[in-house]
Structure formats: structure tokens, C-alpha cells
């Protein structure tokens, strides 16, 4: 059960585009179209963003959208705002019927 | 509206037990899968377990199998955690989460477990 791979920061400038890819395996990213992402503000609960790989909940902007290519996936974010300022994960289904998340990724908005 | 709210957290001894609870509302508990996510000071999310809608599937992170035990009781719309030969490891503030497409789709605001002597 060994973490997804995500970069540890990324950052842009109001306006700009930021991509925050999450690398996984054969065994999860690979395998399902199971993968989601998560915005954690400090001192916040998650808040899903995305979920099945390009699914947005009611209620995200679609500012926010879900890709994947082989064993990686990623989260793209446009038209940055402030507010975006938060820590992203992901998350992916395993064949062994469990999850797994991403390291993290500390996003700045310059 | 959805809300989960957690409770049990507090600080233990290594070697002890805690039991955390989920108490659900808006929503039908019984239809969907849900789960415990941890997260220890200044680090990032950790699955812990899941549970489906019937408590007839489980699963557990590696790290907490044999020691945590997830339940739930439908009747009463609450999620458990057993855990069970507490380690300083586990010190973390812990989320249950309902499932949907396979993520976390509504979180509780968590509760924090130290363990420390």
C-alpha cells in the first residue's frame, strides 16, 4: 500500500493555469477510473473536488477538472484564484479492495 | 443536509484502546459505503478502513490490521472504530467519511486521538 507520488508544491499566479499530476500503479490509477482529489485548507476537513477521475460534485467550480493517462492522474486548475490556496490530495481504489492516498500537494497562489 | 460528526478522540496511553464514533444524519446510513481516514499533525491523509452499506465487506490499511476493528450500526446511523493496542504512530485526527464513487465525498470535521504516556 505504498502512497500515490504527487508533487510537494506547485504554484501560479492569479489567472494562470496549474496542473498537479498523482502517479500510482497497475494496481490502482492504472486499473480503475476510481481516482479522486481533495482540497484541504489549514485547519479544514477535505473537501472533495473531484471523484471517478473527472467527476465534479455540485457546488466545484468548473475551474476544476480530472484526467488520467495510464498510471497517472491529474487535477487541473484554471483561471487560479486566492481561495484556491489550499494542500491537494488524491486518492485512488486498489485491487486489493483498499485505498490509497497521495502525499500532497501544497498549492500557492503567487 | 449531510453531517458526520465524530467523537471519542482523546489522549490514551500507548498499549490502550479507544473506541470513536460517527453519529450520521441526512442521509439513508444504512445505503452507503463508508470510511475512516486519518491524518497526523502536519502530515497528510491516510486511509485507514472502509465499511460497506451492510457491514458484510471490510477492509483495513496494513498499518492497523489486527488491531482496529470497524463497525456499524445502521439502527442507529453511527460508524465505530475500535482501536486496540495504541501506538504512538497513531496519534493522528481522525475523519469518517461517506463514500460515493468511490471517494470521500462528505467528511466530519474529525476527532484527535494522542497516544502518549
Known amino acids: 500500500q505504498s502512497a500515490l507520488t504527487q508533487p510537494p508544491s506547485v504554484s501560479g499566479s492569479p489567472g494562470q493555469s496549474v496542473t498537479i499530476s498523482c502517479t500510482g500503479t497497475s494496481s490502482d490509477v492504472g486499473s480503475y477510473n476510481r481516482v479522486s482529489w481533495y482540497q484541504q485548507p489549514p485547519g479544514t476537513a477535505p473537501k472533495v473536488m473531484i471523484y471517478?477521475?473527472?467527476n465534479r460534485p455540485s457546488g466545484v467550480p468548473d475551474r476544476f477538472s480530472g484526467s488520467k493517462s495510464g498510471n497517472t492522474a491529474s487535477l487541473t486548475i484554471s483561471g487560479l484564484q486566492a481561495e484556491d490556496e489550499a494542500d491537494y490530495y488524491c486518492?485512488?481504489?486498489?485491487?486489493?479492495?483498499?485505498?490509497?492516498f497521495g502525499g500532497g500537494t501544497k498549492l500557492t497562489v503567487l | 443536509e449531510v453531517q458526520l460528526v465524530e467523537s471519542g478522540g482523546g489522549l490514551v496511553q500507548p498499549g490502550g484502546s479507544l473506541r470513536l464514533s460517527c453519529a450520521a444524519s441526512g442521509f439513508t446510513f444504512s445505503s452507503y459505503w463508508m470510511h475512516w481516514v486519518r491524518q497526523a499533525p502536519g502530515k497528510g491523509l491516510v486511509w485507514v478502513s472502509h465499511i460497506i452499506g451492510g457491514g458484510s465487506r471490510i477492509s483495513y490499511a496494513d498499518s492497523v490490521k489486527g488491531r482496529f476493528t470497524i463497525s456499524r450500526d445502521n439502527a442507529k446511523n453511527t460508524l465505530y472504530l475500535q482501536m486496540n493496542s495504541l501506538r504512538a504512530e497513531d496519534t493522528a485526527m481522525y475523519y469518517c467519511?461517506?463514500?460515493?464513487?468511490?471517494?470521500?465525498?462528505?467528511w466530519g470535521q474529525g476527532t484527535l486521538v494522542t497516544v502518549s504516556s
Open positions: 467519511a461517506r463514500d460515493y464513487g468511490y471517494s470521500g465525498y462528505d
Open positions: 486518492s485512488s481504489y486498489t485491487s486489493s479492495n483498499t485505498w490509497v
Open positions: 471517478e477521475v473527472t
